[in-house]
């Protein structure tokens, strides 16, 4: 069964540190671009990061660049969202996918996790 798991998600106080995992299983994600998207209630799914297969291309949306880095293993089978300075508007409900190429829309990632809530709040 090919399945993408999220985690790491959770509680933090505005300016604080998260790291989110995104690891597959069913599959190798070699091959694959891996994707962040978010979720918030009552908003659409918005690109966050994105990061090619080979770990060379990465992207960003403006709203997380210079605070969000998005980081892959490989050998590990495992994709990093690493977000810091986050602010209460990052919350939302994270999940990654994956695709052959990076892409800001959602209908082109084949694959999708069940997603992890990060709530920034003091």
């Known amino acids: 069964q090919l399945q993408l798991v999220e985690s790491g998600g959770g509680l933090v106080q505005p300016g604080g540190s998260l790291r989110l995992s995104c690891a597959a299983s069913?599959?190798?994600?070699?091959?694959?671009?891996i994707g962040w998207f978010r979720q918030a209630p009552g908003k659409e799914r918005e690109g966050v990061s994105c990061?090619?297969?080979?770990?060379?291309?990465?992207n960003y949306a403006d709203s997380v660049k210079g605070r969000f880095t998005i980081s892959r293993d490989n050998a590990k089978n495992t994709v990093y969202l690493q977000m810091n300075s986050l602010k209460p508007e990052d919350t939302a409900v994270y999940y990654c996918?994956?695709?052959?190429?990076?892409?800001?829309?959602?209908?082109?990632?084949?694959?999708w996790g069940q997603g992890t809530q990060v709530t920034v709040s003091s």
């Open positions: 996918a994956a695709s052959e190429t990076c892409s800001w829309y959602k209908q082109e990632y084949d694959y």
């Open positions: 069913g599959f190798t994600l070699d091959y694959y671009a």
């Open positions: 990061i090619s297969s080979s770990g060379g291309s990465t």
